[in-house]
């Protein structure tokens, strides 16, 4: 897939599920979150699903943990290709600032099926920036979180620098 703006820069290609692990002592669902790389046409994807289990609170917090990740420069759109399943399901980037912030950014509901780009204003964000972990977020109104990734793209001038913000 190719990125929506000539100057951008692929922070995650969510092409192997080895690299992105369930953060566990993040994670409130009490079954196992099944995460595997699938294919379709465009390439590879990581797959992400849970079934509900009885015991599980009335909202469920799934976790991935990212590879550390650090950009600095001018960044101007967060870009993350979703594979939908219309589960209602919240999506959210947890990341440090220049200021040494822990953020937390809302990418947006997976309230649509198919493939969609979830596109996230960040021209005002103090870099560098340095990323740690997707949230997942899902209510009881279904019985399964379903959501496949491709790629978080960040646009602008960026350059990726040496991960450890302090």
């Not at 000539?6 to 099944?34: C, M």
């Not at 947890?94 to 040494?100: I, L, P, S, V």
């Not at 509901?109 to 204003?121: A, E």
Request: hydrophobic content about 40%; glycine content about 8%; charged content about 25%.
């Amino acid at each position: 897939m190719k990125p929506a703006c000539p100057l951008a820069t692929v922070l995650y290609r969510f092409d192997d599920a080895a690299r992105f692990p369930i953060f566990e002592s993040h994670t409130t669902a009490k079954g196992q979150v099944a995460v595997q790389t699938e294919r379709d046409d465009a390439g590879s994807f990581l797959r992400i699903a849970y079934q509900w289990k009885e015991d599980d609170a009335d909202e469920v917090t799934i976790v991935l943990a990212l590879p550390i990740v650090a950009v600095d420069g001018r960044p101007r759109q967060l870009l993350l290709d979703v594979l939908g399943e219309a589960d209602g399901s919240h999506l959210h980037l947890e990341y440090t600032d220049g200021r040494g912030g822990q953020l937390v950014l809302p990418m947006g509901n997976v309230d649509f099926k198919g493939w969609r780009t979830l596109r996230i204003n960040v021209s005002k964000f103090v870099s560098p920036l340095q990323f740690h972990r997707l949230r997942i977020t899902s209510d009881r109104s279904t019985s399964t979180v379903q959501i496949g990734l491709r790629a978080l793209t960040l646009t602008g001038s960026v350059r990726v620098v040496p991960a450890g913000i302090a």
